[in-house]
């Protein structure tokens, strides 16, 4: 079962700053293009960012642009997803998954992980 495996959620406080990461299990299966999901409680999944293999060519949310980052290094295998500025919208479980191609739509992904926790109190 090839999977992806995510880390560095918590709770924190509107203003606040988080750094999530993942990466695949295996840790010697390749990995394409990589996304971030988040999913608010009583909400529907929704695109945050993705980002290329070459890591140039990264996607954004409208309401995450300017405040998040995704970046990867291919040597450690890792994706990271720098997050500043969290207001309690950003609340939710985030996952990562992989796709051939960047894409917000989350149809084309097909290895996700089990998502981590984000809690951005007010």
């Known amino acids: 079962q090839v999977r992806m495996v995510e880390s560095g959620g918590g709770p924190v406080q509107a203003g606040d700053s988080l750094s999530l990461s993942c990466g695949p299990s295996?840790?010697?299966?390749?990995?394409?293009?990589v996304g971030w999901f988040r999913q608010p409680p009583e909400r529907e999944r929704e695109f945050v960012a993705a980002i290329n293999y070459s890591g140039n060519k990264p996607q954004y949310a409208d309401s995450v642009k300017g405040r998040f980052t995704i970046s990867r290094d291919n040597a450690k295998n890792t994706v990271t997803l720098q997050m500043n500025s969290l207001n309690p919208q950003d609340t939710g479980v985030y996952y990562c998954?992989?796709?051939?191609?960047?894409?917000?739509?989350?149809?084309?992904?097909?290895?996700w992980g089990q998502g981590t926790q984000v809690t951005v109190a007010s």
């Open positions: 998954a992989v796709t051939a191609v960047a894409t917000p739509d989350p149809n084309k992904y097909y290895f």
């Open positions: 295996p840790a010697s299966s390749g990995v394409a293009d």
